[in-house]
């Protein structure tokens, strides 16, 4: 049984950085690509970034370009997403999600989701 496990939200004030994990287990994940994705509250779930497993490939939406970096550990089994120069804006319920590949954008092709951390942005 897949399991995706994100943890790492808070409470940040405005310029700061979080750190969020993705912590995979159940299979492996070669040829997978691990999405984040973000849902603010009364909008829909928002492609965030993602990254070819096996390639370490990236896609980042244009709002967070610069400024997020997604990467994985094979050895651990986890994903992360490295948020800096955070904005008020970036506020929502963050999840990560697995599928085969090879879409990264649409949240309808993935096969597999974690429950969701909550990053609060201050201003």
């Known amino acids: 049984q897949v399991q995706l496990v994100e943890s790492g939200g808070g409470l940040v004030q405005a310029g700061g950085s979080l750190r969020l994990s993705c912590a995979a287990s159940g299979r492996t994940f070669s040829g997978y690509v691990m999405g984040w994705f973000r849902q603010a509250p009364g909008k829909e779930r928002d492609f965030v970034a993602a990254i070819i497993w096996s390639y370490a490939n990236t896609y980042y939406a244009d709002s967070v370009k610069g400024r997020f970096t997604v990467s994985r550990d094979g050895a651990k089994n986890t994903a992360y997403l490295q948020m800096n120069s955070l904005k008020p804006e970036d506020t929502a319920v963050y999840y990560c999600?697995?599928?085969?590949?090879?879409?990264?954008?649409?949240?309808?092709?993935?096969?597999?989701w974690g429950q969701g951390t909550q990053v609060t942005v201050s201003s």
């Open positions: 999600a697995a599928n085969y590949g090879p879409t990264w954008e649409l949240p309808t092709m993935y096969d597999y």
